[in-house]
Protein backbone atom coordinates (compact mmCIF):
# COMPACT_ATOMS: atom_id res chain seq x y z
CA UNK A 1 0.00 0.00 0.00
CA UNK A 2 1.27 3.31 -0.53
CA UNK A 3 0.35 6.81 1.12
CA UNK A 4 -0.20 9.74 -0.64
CA UNK A 5 -0.57 13.05 1.15
CA UNK A 6 -0.91 15.74 -1.51
CA UNK A 7 -0.84 19.09 -0.30
CA UNK A 8 -2.91 20.93 -2.18
CA UNK A 9 -6.06 20.50 -4.07
CA UNK A 10 -4.37 20.61 -7.81
CA UNK A 11 -1.93 17.73 -6.53
CA UNK A 12 -4.34 15.69 -5.35
CA UNK A 13 -6.33 15.54 -8.48
CA UNK A 14 -3.19 15.05 -10.23
CA UNK A 15 -2.25 12.01 -8.04
CA UNK A 16 -5.75 10.61 -8.73
CA UNK A 17 -5.52 10.98 -12.84
CA UNK A 18 -2.00 8.95 -11.73
CA UNK A 19 -3.81 6.32 -9.92
CA UNK A 20 -7.37 6.42 -10.74
CA UNK A 21 -7.57 3.19 -8.20
CA UNK A 22 -6.51 5.49 -5.37
CA UNK A 23 -8.89 5.27 -2.44
CA UNK A 24 -9.58 9.20 -1.05
CA UNK A 25 -9.45 9.27 2.88
CA UNK A 26 -10.78 12.46 4.94
CA UNK A 27 -12.07 11.42 8.03
CA UNK A 28 -11.65 7.76 7.85
CA UNK A 29 -14.53 7.26 9.30
CA UNK A 30 -15.68 4.38 6.45
CA UNK A 31 -12.34 3.78 5.21
CA UNK A 32 -10.46 3.10 7.99
CA UNK A 33 -13.21 0.83 9.61
CA UNK A 34 -12.93 -1.06 6.24
CA UNK A 35 -9.19 -1.40 6.57
CA UNK A 36 -8.96 -2.15 10.27
CA UNK A 37 -11.36 -5.40 9.28
CA UNK A 38 -9.52 -6.35 6.36
CA UNK A 39 -12.36 -5.99 4.21
CA UNK A 40 -10.14 -3.48 1.73
CA UNK A 41 -6.86 -3.56 0.87
CA UNK A 42 -6.31 -0.27 -1.36
CA UNK A 43 -2.78 -0.04 -3.15
CA UNK A 44 -2.86 3.73 -2.51
CA UNK A 45 -4.42 5.79 -0.15
CA UNK A 46 -5.05 9.76 -1.13
CA UNK A 47 -5.27 11.91 1.74
CA UNK A 48 -7.23 14.98 1.74
CA UNK A 49 -6.81 15.84 5.07
CA UNK A 50 -3.65 18.61 4.29
CA UNK A 51 -5.97 20.52 1.52
CA UNK A 52 -7.58 23.68 3.64
CA UNK A 53 -9.70 24.26 0.99
CA UNK A 54 -11.80 21.41 1.66
CA UNK A 55 -12.83 22.45 5.38
CA UNK A 56 -14.22 25.57 4.31
CA UNK A 57 -17.75 26.83 3.73
CA UNK A 58 -18.53 29.69 1.88
CA UNK A 59 -21.92 31.31 2.12
CA UNK A 60 -23.32 32.94 -0.76
CA UNK A 61 -26.63 34.15 -1.22
CA UNK A 62 -28.90 31.72 -2.59
CA UNK A 63 -26.83 28.30 -1.86
CA UNK A 64 -23.69 27.14 0.49
CA UNK A 65 -20.68 25.79 -0.98
CA UNK A 66 -20.06 23.44 1.90
CA UNK A 67 -16.20 22.10 1.46
CA UNK A 68 -16.21 18.15 1.54
CA UNK A 69 -14.55 17.48 4.30
CA UNK A 70 -16.33 20.10 6.77
CA UNK A 71 -16.95 18.09 9.63
CA UNK A 72 -20.37 16.99 10.77
CA UNK A 73 -19.65 19.30 14.16
CA UNK A 74 -19.18 22.48 12.28
CA UNK A 75 -22.01 22.02 9.81
CA UNK A 76 -24.43 21.64 13.42
CA UNK A 77 -22.40 24.45 14.70
CA UNK A 78 -22.10 27.01 11.77
CA UNK A 79 -24.61 26.12 9.55
CA UNK A 80 -27.82 25.79 11.75
CA UNK A 81 -29.67 28.73 9.77
CA UNK A 82 -29.00 28.19 6.12
CA UNK A 83 -28.83 24.66 6.26
CA UNK A 84 -31.53 23.77 9.22
CA UNK A 85 -32.04 19.87 7.29
CA UNK A 86 -28.65 19.39 6.93
CA UNK A 87 -27.61 20.53 10.76
CA UNK A 88 -30.21 18.55 12.16
CA UNK A 89 -29.01 15.38 10.21
CA UNK A 90 -25.27 15.55 11.20
CA UNK A 91 -26.92 15.66 14.75
CA UNK A 92 -27.61 12.07 13.86
CA UNK A 93 -24.33 11.25 12.65
CA UNK A 94 -22.75 8.36 14.95
CA UNK A 95 -21.10 10.24 17.96
CA UNK A 96 -18.55 13.37 19.12
CA UNK A 97 -15.73 11.76 17.74
CA UNK A 98 -16.73 10.85 14.80
CA UNK A 99 -18.75 13.96 14.02
CA UNK A 100 -15.64 15.49 14.35
CA UNK A 101 -13.98 13.87 11.85
CA UNK A 102 -16.43 12.93 9.12
CA UNK A 103 -18.29 15.24 6.53
CA UNK A 104 -20.53 15.19 3.37
CA UNK A 105 -18.00 14.56 1.37
CA UNK A 106 -17.65 11.27 2.44
CA UNK A 107 -20.90 10.61 2.43
CA UNK A 108 -21.03 10.89 -0.81
CA UNK A 109 -17.82 9.08 -1.93
CA UNK A 110 -19.43 5.77 0.12
CA UNK A 111 -22.73 6.81 -1.16
CA UNK A 112 -24.41 4.00 1.03
CA UNK A 113 -28.13 4.18 1.23
CA UNK A 114 -28.10 5.06 5.25
CA UNK A 115 -25.60 7.95 4.80
CA UNK A 116 -27.86 10.41 7.03
CA UNK A 117 -26.68 13.83 4.62
CA UNK A 118 -28.43 12.02 1.93
CA UNK A 119 -32.29 12.82 2.68
CA UNK A 120 -31.22 16.16 3.66
CA UNK A 121 -29.44 17.21 0.59
CA UNK A 122 -32.21 15.56 -1.26
CA UNK A 123 -34.98 17.97 0.31
CA UNK A 124 -32.60 20.86 0.27
CA UNK A 125 -31.44 20.45 -3.34
CA UNK A 126 -27.75 20.58 -4.19
CA UNK A 127 -25.07 19.99 -6.54
CA UNK A 128 -22.03 18.25 -6.09
CA UNK A 129 -18.59 19.67 -7.58
CA UNK A 130 -16.69 17.05 -8.92
CA UNK A 131 -13.12 17.91 -10.74
CA UNK A 132 -10.44 15.93 -12.53
CA UNK A 133 -7.78 17.18 -14.23
CA UNK A 134 -9.75 17.13 -17.40
CA UNK A 135 -12.22 19.95 -15.44
CA UNK A 136 -15.09 20.72 -13.11
CA UNK A 137 -18.52 20.04 -13.27
CA UNK A 138 -21.36 20.00 -11.27
CA UNK A 139 -23.34 16.98 -10.57
CA UNK A 140 -27.57 17.70 -9.28
CA UNK A 141 -28.23 15.66 -6.57
CA UNK A 142 -30.72 13.48 -7.81
CA UNK A 143 -28.68 12.26 -10.64
CA UNK A 144 -25.76 11.43 -8.31
CA UNK A 145 -27.06 8.09 -6.51
CA UNK A 146 -26.50 5.64 -9.33
CA UNK A 147 -26.71 2.62 -7.15
CA UNK A 148 -25.77 0.50 -3.64
CA UNK A 149 -22.76 2.73 -2.34
CA UNK A 150 -22.23 4.13 -6.41
CA UNK A 151 -21.98 7.15 -7.43
CA UNK A 152 -21.98 9.37 -10.51
CA UNK A 153 -18.24 10.21 -9.94
CA UNK A 154 -15.76 9.07 -13.01
CA UNK A 155 -12.40 7.35 -11.78
CA UNK A 156 -10.57 10.20 -11.69
CA UNK A 157 -12.67 12.38 -9.85
CA UNK A 158 -12.71 13.88 -6.74
CA UNK A 159 -15.81 15.97 -4.34
CA UNK A 160 -14.58 19.14 -3.62
CA UNK A 161 -17.89 20.77 -2.51
CA UNK A 162 -21.48 20.46 -2.35
CA UNK A 163 -23.52 23.45 -3.25
CA UNK A 164 -26.83 23.54 -1.07
CA UNK A 165 -29.85 25.39 -1.59
CA UNK A 166 -30.58 27.92 1.37
CA UNK A 167 -33.39 26.89 3.27
CA UNK A 168 -36.01 29.27 1.96
CA UNK A 169 -38.85 28.13 4.48
CA UNK A 170 -38.88 25.23 7.53
CA UNK A 171 -36.60 21.98 7.03
CA UNK A 172 -36.91 19.20 9.08
CA UNK A 173 -34.86 15.46 9.84
CA UNK A 174 -36.12 12.36 11.02
CA UNK A 175 -34.23 9.29 11.60
CA UNK A 176 -35.13 5.83 12.96
CA UNK A 177 -32.54 3.71 14.85
CA UNK A 178 -32.43 1.77 18.13
CA UNK A 179 -30.54 4.72 20.33
CA UNK A 180 -30.07 8.59 19.54
CA UNK A 181 -26.09 7.68 19.09
CA UNK A 182 -24.40 5.55 17.10
CA UNK A 183 -26.82 4.02 15.12
CA UNK A 184 -26.77 3.41 11.22
CA UNK A 185 -30.25 4.34 10.09
CA UNK A 186 -33.30 1.51 9.99
CA UNK A 187 -34.21 4.39 7.55
CA UNK A 188 -34.37 8.49 7.83
CA UNK A 189 -36.69 11.05 6.36
CA UNK A 190 -35.93 14.60 5.32
CA UNK A 191 -38.42 17.48 4.10
CA UNK A 192 -37.83 21.04 3.21
CA UNK A 193 -40.74 23.22 2.58
CA UNK A 194 -39.47 25.59 -0.33
CA UNK A 195 -42.29 28.63 -0.34
CA UNK A 196 -40.25 30.81 -2.33
CA UNK A 197 -41.29 28.08 -5.41
CA UNK A 198 -44.54 27.35 -3.05
CA UNK A 199 -43.26 23.16 -3.85
CA UNK A 200 -41.78 20.38 -1.24
CA UNK A 201 -38.77 18.42 -1.41
CA UNK A 202 -38.23 15.19 0.39
CA UNK A 203 -35.33 12.66 0.79
CA UNK A 204 -35.84 8.53 2.20
CA UNK A 205 -32.45 7.17 3.36
CA UNK A 206 -31.93 3.75 3.71
CA UNK A 207 -35.17 2.52 2.17
CA UNK A 208 -34.31 2.02 -1.22
CA UNK A 209 -30.95 0.91 -3.35
CA UNK A 210 -30.05 4.98 -3.37
CA UNK A 211 -31.25 7.19 -1.34
CA UNK A 212 -34.23 8.47 -2.80
CA UNK A 213 -36.80 11.39 -3.68
CA UNK A 214 -40.58 10.62 -3.13
CA UNK A 215 -41.38 12.00 -6.89
CA UNK A 216 -44.96 11.18 -6.59
CA UNK A 217 -45.75 12.31 -3.36
CA UNK A 218 -44.09 15.58 -4.21
CA UNK A 219 -46.34 16.06 -6.76
CA UNK A 220 -49.43 15.24 -4.68
CA UNK A 221 -48.60 17.39 -1.89
CA UNK A 222 -48.04 20.50 -4.43
CA UNK A 223 -50.82 20.11 -5.95
CA UNK A 224 -53.19 19.51 -2.91
CA UNK A 225 -51.54 22.88 -1.29
CA UNK A 226 -51.85 24.94 -4.26
CA UNK A 227 -55.08 23.98 -4.70
CA UNK A 228 -56.15 24.34 -1.17
CA UNK A 229 -54.56 28.14 -1.02
CA UNK A 230 -52.51 26.48 2.00
CA UNK A 231 -49.58 28.46 0.99
CA UNK A 232 -51.70 31.99 1.25
CA UNK A 233 -53.97 30.68 3.90
CA UNK A 234 -52.12 29.20 5.96
CA UNK A 235 -54.10 26.47 7.70
CA UNK A 236 -53.73 22.95 8.95
CA UNK A 237 -52.52 20.70 6.51
CA UNK A 238 -55.92 18.90 5.86
CA UNK A 239 -55.65 15.08 7.56
CA UNK A 240 -56.60 13.30 4.78
CA UNK A 241 -54.05 15.05 2.80
CA UNK A 242 -50.82 14.60 5.18
CA UNK A 243 -51.94 10.96 5.31
CA UNK A 244 -52.00 10.18 1.23
CA UNK A 245 -48.72 12.20 1.46
CA UNK A 246 -47.41 9.56 4.02
CA UNK A 247 -49.03 6.48 2.05
CA UNK A 248 -47.14 8.36 -1.41
CA UNK A 249 -43.81 8.24 0.69
CA UNK A 250 -44.31 4.40 1.88
CA UNK A 251 -44.97 3.54 -1.74
CA UNK A 252 -41.76 5.64 -2.98
CA UNK A 253 -39.61 2.90 -0.58
CA UNK A 254 -37.72 -0.09 -2.50
CA UNK A 255 -36.79 -1.39 0.85
CA UNK A 256 -35.12 -4.80 2.23
CA UNK A 257 -35.14 -7.03 5.16
CA UNK A 258 -32.08 -6.99 6.65
CA UNK A 259 -30.82 -7.09 10.48
CA UNK A 260 -31.79 -3.66 11.05
CA UNK A 261 -35.55 -3.84 10.00
CA UNK A 262 -37.70 -5.53 7.70
CA UNK A 263 -39.15 -4.03 4.60
CA UNK A 264 -42.80 -3.86 6.01
CA UNK A 265 -40.97 -1.72 9.13
CA UNK A 266 -39.34 0.62 7.15
CA UNK A 267 -42.03 1.48 4.25
CA UNK A 268 -44.59 1.54 7.49
CA UNK A 269 -41.93 4.30 9.38
CA UNK A 270 -41.64 6.01 6.33
CA UNK A 271 -44.81 7.00 6.46
CA UNK A 272 -44.86 8.10 9.77
CA UNK A 273 -41.56 10.46 9.67
CA UNK A 274 -43.56 11.76 6.27
CA UNK A 275 -46.43 12.87 8.47
CA UNK A 276 -44.67 13.82 11.46
CA UNK A 277 -42.21 16.02 9.51
CA UNK A 278 -44.94 17.82 7.12
CA UNK A 279 -46.74 18.60 10.15
CA UNK A 280 -43.57 19.96 11.90
CA UNK A 281 -42.54 21.91 8.99
CA UNK A 282 -46.05 23.14 8.06
CA UNK A 283 -46.87 24.34 11.80
CA UNK A 284 -43.47 26.20 11.59
CA UNK A 285 -44.59 27.58 8.44
CA UNK A 286 -47.71 28.74 9.89
CA UNK A 287 -46.27 29.64 13.14
CA UNK A 288 -44.40 32.02 10.76
CA UNK A 289 -46.78 33.48 8.36
CA UNK A 290 -48.86 34.70 12.15
CA UNK A 291 -45.57 36.49 12.89
CA UNK A 292 -45.60 38.35 9.65
CA UNK A 293 -48.87 39.03 9.82
CA UNK A 294 -48.52 39.89 13.24
CA UNK A 295 -46.03 42.43 12.95
CA UNK A 296 -47.33 43.93 9.69
CA UNK B 1 7.00 4.93 6.22
CA UNK B 2 7.81 7.42 8.95
CA UNK B 3 5.42 9.46 11.00
CA UNK B 4 6.36 12.60 12.77
CA UNK B 5 4.04 14.17 14.90
CA UNK B 6 3.66 15.70 18.32
CA UNK B 7 2.39 13.44 21.36
CA UNK B 8 1.57 14.61 24.70
CA UNK B 9 3.26 17.97 23.98
CA UNK B 10 7.05 16.03 22.68
CA UNK B 11 7.99 15.24 19.28
CA UNK B 12 7.71 11.81 18.69
CA UNK B 13 9.08 9.89 15.55
CA UNK B 14 7.29 6.34 14.52
CA UNK B 15 9.68 4.05 11.96
CA UNK B 16 8.50 1.49 9.60
CA UNK B 17 4.57 2.33 10.13
CA UNK B 18 2.48 -0.01 7.92
CA UNK B 19 0.69 2.94 5.09
CA UNK B 20 -2.87 1.52 6.35
CA UNK B 21 -2.19 1.40 10.08
CA UNK B 22 -4.30 3.43 12.34
CA UNK B 23 -2.99 6.23 14.77
CA UNK B 24 -3.81 4.00 17.49
CA UNK B 25 -1.53 1.26 16.77
CA UNK B 26 1.02 3.26 16.40
CA UNK B 27 0.46 4.77 19.91
CA UNK B 28 0.05 1.20 21.93
CA UNK B 29 2.79 -0.69 19.54
CA UNK B 30 5.42 1.91 18.36
CA UNK B 31 5.59 4.58 20.78
CA UNK B 32 4.46 1.72 23.67
CA UNK B 33 1.51 4.07 24.92
CA UNK B 34 -1.32 1.63 25.52
CA UNK B 35 -3.66 3.64 27.55
CA UNK B 36 -5.61 4.41 24.55
CA UNK B 37 -7.57 0.78 24.04
CA UNK B 38 -8.46 -0.99 21.79
CA UNK B 39 -12.10 -2.59 21.17
CA UNK B 40 -14.15 -2.19 18.41
CA UNK B 41 -11.68 -0.63 15.36
CA UNK B 42 -14.61 0.62 14.03
CA UNK B 43 -15.36 4.12 16.19
CA UNK B 44 -18.26 2.50 17.56
CA UNK B 45 -17.00 2.33 21.42
CA UNK B 46 -15.10 5.59 22.09
CA UNK B 47 -12.20 3.75 24.14
CA UNK B 48 -9.47 5.03 21.74
CA UNK B 49 -10.77 8.52 21.75
CA UNK B 50 -7.78 10.93 21.61
CA UNK B 51 -7.21 14.67 21.01
CA UNK B 52 -6.05 15.29 17.50
CA UNK B 53 -4.96 19.19 17.22
CA UNK B 54 -7.56 19.24 20.30
CA UNK B 55 -10.58 17.72 18.82
CA UNK B 56 -11.29 14.18 20.23
CA UNK B 57 -11.01 11.76 17.60
CA UNK B 58 -11.17 7.73 17.86
CA UNK B 59 -7.56 7.08 17.06
CA UNK B 60 -8.66 3.94 15.68
CA UNK B 61 -10.24 5.41 12.77
CA UNK B 62 -7.49 8.32 11.89
CA UNK B 63 -4.53 6.66 9.14
CA UNK B 64 -1.14 7.16 10.63
CA UNK B 65 -0.41 9.21 8.22
CA UNK B 66 -2.93 11.33 8.14
CA UNK B 67 -1.38 12.83 12.00
CA UNK B 68 1.96 13.92 10.37
CA UNK B 69 2.62 17.09 12.33
CA UNK B 70 -0.32 17.22 14.31
CA UNK B 71 -0.86 17.61 17.81
CA UNK B 72 -2.09 14.16 20.12
CA UNK B 73 -2.48 13.88 23.66
CA UNK B 74 -3.51 10.42 25.06
CA UNK B 75 -5.09 9.63 28.22
CA UNK B 76 -0.95 8.98 29.63
CA UNK B 77 -0.70 13.14 29.06
CA UNK B 78 -4.12 14.07 30.39
CA UNK B 79 -2.97 15.50 34.01
CA UNK B 80 -0.17 17.40 32.44
CA UNK B 81 -2.74 18.64 29.72
CA UNK B 82 -5.41 19.75 32.47
CA UNK B 83 -2.78 21.39 34.35
CA UNK B 84 -1.45 23.28 31.96
CA UNK B 85 -5.06 24.92 30.76
CA UNK B 86 -6.00 25.13 34.51
CA UNK B 87 -2.76 27.42 35.31
CA UNK B 88 -3.37 29.07 31.49
CA UNK B 89 -6.24 30.56 33.41
CA UNK B 90 -4.79 31.55 36.69
CA UNK B 91 -6.80 28.93 38.45
CA UNK B 92 -3.51 26.99 39.91
CA UNK B 93 -0.83 28.08 42.37
CA UNK B 94 2.14 29.68 40.36
CA UNK B 95 4.36 26.84 39.11
CA UNK B 96 2.09 24.09 41.11
CA UNK B 97 1.50 22.52 37.39
CA UNK B 98 5.05 22.72 36.18
CA UNK B 99 4.78 24.57 33.19
CA UNK B 100 8.86 24.59 32.60
CA UNK B 101 8.40 20.26 31.83
CA UNK B 102 7.30 21.31 28.36
CA UNK B 103 5.12 18.03 28.05
CA UNK B 104 5.22 14.51 29.40
CA UNK B 105 8.18 12.18 27.95
CA UNK B 106 7.76 9.07 26.29
CA UNK B 107 9.39 7.57 29.30
CA UNK B 108 7.17 9.35 31.86
CA UNK B 109 4.04 8.27 29.61
CA UNK B 110 4.95 4.65 29.75
CA UNK B 111 5.48 4.54 33.18
CA UNK B 112 2.27 6.39 33.99
CA UNK B 113 0.70 4.02 36.16
CA UNK B 114 -1.87 4.73 39.13
CA UNK B 115 0.62 1.97 41.26
CA UNK B 116 3.92 3.68 39.93
CA UNK B 117 7.05 3.38 41.25
CA UNK B 118 6.33 6.77 43.18
CA UNK B 119 4.29 4.41 46.16
CA UNK B 120 0.70 5.39 44.61
CA UNK B 121 -2.24 3.98 45.37
CA UNK B 122 -5.04 3.22 42.74
CA UNK B 123 -8.04 3.40 44.63
CA UNK B 124 -7.06 6.94 46.13
CA UNK B 125 -5.11 7.90 43.46
CA UNK B 126 -2.71 9.30 46.22
CA UNK B 127 1.01 10.28 45.01
CA UNK B 128 0.55 10.59 41.06
CA UNK B 129 -0.46 13.26 39.50
CA UNK B 130 -4.06 13.08 38.18
CA UNK B 131 -6.47 15.77 36.26
CA UNK B 132 -9.25 16.83 38.24
CA UNK B 133 -11.15 14.10 36.09
CA UNK B 134 -9.55 11.16 37.03
CA UNK B 135 -9.72 12.22 40.85
CA UNK B 136 -13.38 12.63 40.21
CA UNK B 137 -13.48 9.45 38.63
CA UNK B 138 -11.90 7.63 41.29
CA UNK B 139 -13.64 9.50 43.91
CA UNK B 140 -17.46 8.77 42.38
CA UNK B 141 -16.41 5.16 42.14
CA UNK B 142 -16.93 5.65 38.02
CA UNK B 143 -13.86 2.74 36.93
CA UNK B 144 -15.04 -0.84 37.34
CA UNK B 145 -12.85 -3.46 34.82
CA UNK B 146 -11.33 0.15 33.78
CA UNK B 147 -11.24 -0.79 29.84
CA UNK B 148 -13.72 2.28 28.84
CA UNK B 149 -11.89 4.45 31.29
CA UNK B 150 -9.53 6.34 29.44
CA UNK B 151 -11.79 7.35 26.41
CA UNK B 152 -14.21 8.14 28.77
CA UNK B 153 -11.42 10.96 30.69
CA UNK B 154 -10.21 12.29 27.17
CA UNK B 155 -14.27 12.66 26.05
CA UNK B 156 -15.44 14.57 29.80
CA UNK B 157 -12.22 16.65 30.02
CA UNK B 158 -12.72 18.24 26.51
CA UNK B 159 -16.44 18.46 27.47
CA UNK B 160 -15.15 20.12 30.86
CA UNK B 161 -13.22 22.58 28.38
CA UNK B 162 -15.63 23.87 26.04
CA UNK B 163 -18.70 23.49 29.03
CA UNK B 164 -17.42 23.87 32.11
CA UNK B 165 -21.23 24.12 33.65
CA UNK B 166 -22.61 20.92 31.62
CA UNK B 167 -26.38 19.79 32.11
CA UNK B 168 -26.91 16.06 32.12
CA UNK B 169 -27.80 16.15 28.51
CA UNK B 170 -24.68 18.12 27.51
CA UNK B 171 -22.94 15.27 29.54
CA UNK B 172 -24.91 12.54 27.40
CA UNK B 173 -24.20 14.06 24.50
CA UNK B 174 -20.79 14.50 25.37
CA UNK B 175 -20.11 11.02 26.49
CA UNK B 176 -22.64 8.95 23.79
CA UNK B 177 -19.78 8.08 21.65
CA UNK B 178 -18.29 6.24 24.85
CA UNK B 179 -19.49 2.28 25.68
CA UNK B 180 -19.02 1.35 29.24
CA UNK B 181 -20.40 -2.00 29.75
CA UNK B 182 -20.07 -2.27 33.62
CA UNK B 183 -21.31 0.97 35.01
CA UNK B 184 -24.26 2.08 33.33
CA UNK B 185 -22.91 5.26 33.18
CA UNK B 186 -24.77 6.53 36.59
CA UNK B 187 -21.53 6.92 38.39
CA UNK B 188 -19.64 8.09 35.06
CA UNK B 189 -22.13 10.78 35.12
CA UNK B 190 -21.70 11.26 38.72
CA UNK B 191 -17.88 12.17 38.13
CA UNK B 192 -18.51 14.13 35.35
CA UNK B 193 -20.81 16.53 37.51
CA UNK B 194 -18.20 16.58 40.22
CA UNK B 195 -15.39 17.25 38.31
CA UNK B 196 -17.58 20.36 37.17
CA UNK B 197 -18.39 21.63 40.28
CA UNK B 198 -15.06 21.41 41.83
CA UNK B 199 -13.68 22.95 38.80
CA UNK B 200 -16.37 25.97 39.14
CA UNK B 201 -15.04 26.21 42.59
CA UNK B 202 -11.55 26.42 41.80
CA UNK B 203 -12.53 29.19 39.36
Redesign the interface.
Known amino acids: ???L?PASWEEALAAKAEHPTAVP?A???D???E???DHR?PEY?L?L?RIADLYAWEVGEDSVRLGASVPYSRIMEHLRAELPGLALASHTV?????R??GGVGGNLGTASPAGDAHPALLAAGAEVEAESVRGSRRIPIDDFYTGVKRNALAPDELIRAVHIKKADGPQQYAKVGTR???VIAVCAFGLALHPETRTVRTGIGSAAPTPVRAAAAEDFLNAALEEGGFWDNGKVITPSVAKQFAELCSAACNPIDDVRGTASYRRHAVGVMARRTLTWTWESYRGTRRTIEGAA | ?RVNFTVNGRPQEADDV???E?LLYVLRERLGLPGSKNAC????C?SC?VRLDG????S????A??V?GREVVTVEGLAEYAARRSCGTGACEAGACGTDSGGTSLDEARRWSAQGTRGTDSQTGEGTELAPIQQAFIDAGAVQCGFCTPGLLV?ADEMLERNPDPTDADIR??L???LCRCTGYEKIMDAVRLAAARQSEGA
Open positions: MDFRIGGTVMVINFRLDNASPQINRNAM | MWEGSEQGEGTVPVCCLVAGQEAEASGN
